[in-house]
T-cell receptor
Framework: DQQVKQNSPSLSVQEGRISILNCDYTNSMFDYFLWYKKYPAEGPTFLISISSIKDKNEDGRFTVFLNKSAKHLSLHIVPSQPGDSAVYFCAASGASYGGSQGNLIFGKGTKLSVKP | GAVVSQHPSRVICKSGTSVKIECRSLDFQATTMFWYRQFPKQSLMLMATSNEGSKATYEQGVEKDKFLINHASLTLSTLTVTSAHPEDSSFYIC?????????????FGPGTRLLVL
């Protein structure tokens, strides 16, 4: 059973436009959410995170929105740049959800392509 | 941001040999380190969690005698793939979290590509 789902395997956006990457989760015990960016054959790079006590966190071009009632979060990138092209992973964790301490549960990723 | 290194970045070995992968946190003390495995076009799979000075906690289905993990200091964890076989070929990635950083955020190393012939 997938606890963190990224239903869009790929997304293509024009440079300068907004990229919206979506993530859904099923376990209401998750209380911390993260987004990572990953290039092939490299480790994921941390982008931005949000605690369940917030509904929005912004860092430069990246904004994460959390809708707890819908168990949904999204990453907005604006404006999108060609260098943003990568695979984006959503991850969730929660000290009390029953998993290993600090365990991150990852979605399967969404491949973002930003076209010039 | 926090920096995590891994060594080696790539390794090719013969079946039956053992391979050691090092994971280091360069600018912070990592109280917890994690080892992941990634198969092509798939998500990251957590293999084990290690806390400094204690035995690693392995995820279900991961053989602890096959994948030996040592977290001897706050800046170094090692993963040893013992008696490697072709099916162990994969991309192994470590991450670290700990003192001086948001302890819920994991910072990842660049990964190690293992190919077992």
């Amino acid at each position: 059973d997938q606890q963190v789902k990224q239903n869009s395997p790929s997304l293509s956006v024009q440079e300068g436009r907004i990229s919206i990457l979506n993530c859904d989760y099923t376990n209401s015990m998750f209380d911390y959410f993260l987004w990572y960016k990953k290039y092939p054959a490299e480790g994921p790079t941390f982008l931005i995170s949000i605690s369940s006590i917030k509904d929005k966190n912004e860092d430069g071009r990246f904004t994460v929105f959390l809708n707890k009632s819908a168990k949904h979060l999204s990453l907005h990138i604006v404006p999108s740049q060609p260098g943003d092209s990568a695979v984006y992973f959503c991850a969730a964790s929660g000290a009390s959800y029953g998993g290993s301490q600090g365990n991150l549960i990852f979605g399967k990723g969404t491949k973002l392509s930003v076209k010039p | 941001g926090a920096v995590v290194s891994q060594h080696p970045s790539r390794v090719i070995c013969k079946s039956g040999t053992s391979v050691k992968i090092e994971c280091r946190s360069l600018d912070f003390q990592a109280t917890t380190m994690f080892w992941y495995r990634q198969f092509p076009k798939q998500s990251l799979m957590l293999m084990a969690t290690s806390n400094e000075g204690s035995k690693a906690t392995y995820e279900q289905g991961v053989e602890k005698d096959k994948f030996l993990i040592n977290h001897a200091s706050l800046t170094l964890s090692t993963l040893t793939v013992t008696s490697a076989h072709p099916e162990d070929s994969s991309f192994y990635i470590c991450s670290a979290s700990g003192l001086g950083n948001n302890q819920e955020t994991q910072y990842f190393g660049p990964g190690t590509r293992l190919l077992v012939l």
